[in-house]
């Protein structure tokens, strides 16, 4: 990644602040040193890719990868997923979908709206670093196209 | 007011029996009237033949006594015609008058008296025309010159027109009766015709006031029959949204339970991590070191710490394990339910297959009887429903009997499917009945491995179908659970959207 003269900027939007810092500490143990920029709150995380204006033009050159968690206190994961996808600036934005929902609806919906990777939180703590450990590995390799 | 069916009977059995007197009454009346006027009418003609017979006996003696005249004024034997002709017949009028005179024991004097003179008369009739005859018409003028014979007559007619007056009186008499009967008659038919129209009129006002109301009574047993059943639809789907609302929750509550967990186990693990750096420095002070921090540091890295972490992790386990229970049945309840056409008998023969190995092994045996009406349900939470309660039957058998196990079905009058599973296992104490369908609670000596909440699950699945679940149960002989599910589920989903 670090030959990589733009790199890609993880966003996560997580509000339980124990599972983004778990979460940050399994990715950053498998090597992977980029920017991790965590919101605990869906709207802020709106403000940092749409902009005040919403319109996304911030968003425009930018390599981003966002981290969703689906349960959020103000707006769900699932309207921010369907904003990202729908604004012509983030779109081709991978979304990995991080969360405790296992419901195959849910998980339909998610992929029918877009989302690139669903991933479910598992309880016991060793499948979770590992999940997240293979998924910091997973990033290290995959390509982060710029956003229009 | 409403009249009662008793009441009904009794006023009709009152209308109709006033019926019955007055018809009892007019034909009473009726057949005494033309008695009366059979014994008037016989009267009468019994009168005109009293003066009939009275007429005819004066009519042939005047005839004689005319006849007797004539011949004495000409001698012509002509004039003696008539009077042979009437004196034939006297006698014959004279027994009519007799007979129709007996009867009155009055007359019986008169009639003696009318004897005497009629046969004085003949007498002096026959001696004066004997006279004439020999010639001696001076001496037969005599003897009617005595005017005796003239006397006889007069007393004979006035008898008779006694007789004659009396038998008009009488027939007279018998003709007003005749039409006061008339009258009584017409005046007893007439109110009787009132009275029994009266009734038919008060009998027919009855039955269509009655036939009426029972039409308003029949009415009003439908609409409370249809809001019955349209009640207890809607409390089915009540309680299947309420059902799917705990579920709901359940689902919701679990998943925010979960979050929180991840962190305990995570931070636990973290922590258990975070001991090794210091086991590392602690390791670096002589193990016989004297220096109580160094002691304290060493005991709380290679014991305490490792304890309490050890707890926490078996803890969260513990409750990782409760959460996904809770989940697993909150996912069953928020399934989609599909409803198709199920073979019952097929369904509960394949479920009691699954567990024909155990029942075999045993020596035991099982037995299905059930009905087979059309049922529309989902097919894997029935499935589900009968494995579980099949699967309880084998896990709690009776270790000294081989397993039976009967299971029956039939169809309530309200269309419900009930189906009894029947084993003889080691039964479920009184106080454990309900405790059995709740979450976590199992009943007896849990030897045998579960987490109770097979039957929690079951009960919301049957719930789910429409129905319920509950369970009689005798540790003499076994448990029987009992499912009822809706025959219909496309019904109940119908009312529920």
Known sequence: MAIDPRPVTIIMVEDDEGHARLIEKNIRRAGVNNEIIPFTSGNGALTYLFGEDGSGEVSAHRHLLILLDLNLPDTTGVAILEKVKANQHTKRTPVVVLTTTDDEREIQRCYDLGANVYITKPVDYDGFANAIRQLGLFFSVMQVPETA | ?497
């Open chain 2, 1 to 497: 007011m409403p009249i009662s069916s008793k009441g009904f009977a009794r006023t009709s059995l009152a209308l109709i029996i006033v019926g019955l007197i007055a018809l009892v009454g007019i034909v009473g009346t009726a057949i005494w009237l033309v008695e009366r006027t059979q014994g008037h009418f016989e009267a009468v003609v019994e009168a005109r033949e009293t003066r009939q017979a009275a007429v005819d006996l004066r009519n042939l003696l005047q005839d004689a006594q005319s006849g007797q005249r004539g011949y004495l004024l000409t001698l012509d034997e002509a004039y003696l015609e008539p009077y042979g002709a009437a004196i034939g017949a006297i006698d014959a009028a004279y027994e009519r008058v007799e007979g129709v005179l007996a009867p009155y024991p009055q007359t019986e004097q008169s009639v003696r008296g009318l004897r005497a003179d009629i046969d004085a008369k003949l007498t002096e009739l026959a001696e004066t025309i004997a006279l004439a005859r020999q010639g001696n018409v001076a001496a037969a003028i005599d003897i009617v010159r005595t005017d005796a014979g003239e006397t006889t007559m007069g007393r004979i007619r006035s008898m008779l027109d006694t007789v004659i007056d009396v038998g008009d009186m009488r027939i007279y008499d018998g003709v007003v009766e005749q039409r006061g009967a008339a009258t009584a008659l017409r005046v007893v038919a007439l109110i009787g015709a009132l009275v029994i129209i009266a009734v038919i009129g008060g009998a027919v006002l009855l039955v269509l006031r009655y036939t009426r109301e029972l039409d308003m009574a029949t009415d009003a047993v439908e609409i409370l029959n249809r809001d019955l059943e349209d009640r207890v639809a809607e409390r089915t789907v009540d309680l299947m949204r309420a059902n799917e609302e705990v579920q709901r929750f359940a689902y919701i509550v679990t998943h925010d339970l979960r979050a929180p967990l991840v962190n305990i186990m995570g931070f636990t693990s973290e922590l258990d991590a975070a001991l090794d750096p210091v086991n590392a420095l602690v390791d670096q002070y002589p193990e016989d070191s004297d220096d109580p921090i160094v002691v304290a540091a060493r005991q709380t890295a290679t014991e305490d710490l490792p304890e309490a972490i050890g707890f926490i992790r078996s803890s969260t386990r513990k409750m990782d394990g409760l959460i996904n229970a809770i989940l697993k049945i909150s996912r069953e309840g928020r399934r989609e339910l599909k409803a198709e056409r199920i073979d019952l008998q097929a369904l509960v023969e394949s479920a009691v297959a699954a567990v024909h190995h155990q029942i075999d092994e045993s020596g035991g045996e099982a037995r299905i009887d059930l009905p087979a009406p059309p049922i529309f349900t989902d097919r894997l939470a029935l499935e589900q429903i009968l494995g579980n309660i099949l699967d309880n039957a084998i896990k709690y058998r009776h270790p000294d009997r081989p397993i039976h196990i009967d299971v029956d079905g039939r169809q309530e009058s309200n269309g419900r499917i009930v189906i009894s599973i029947r084993d003889n296992g080691r039964g479920i104490p009184g106080e454990d009945h309900d405790r059995v369908f709740e979450l976590f609670r199992r009943s007896g000596n849990p030897d045998v491995p579960g987490e109770g909440i097979g039957l929690a699950h079951v009960r919301i699945m049957a719930r789910n179908l429409g129905g319920d679940i509950t369970l009689q149960s005798n540790p003499d002989h076994g448990t029987t659970f009992i499912v009822t599910i809706a025959p219909d589920l496309r019904v109940i989903a119908r009312h529920k959207a």
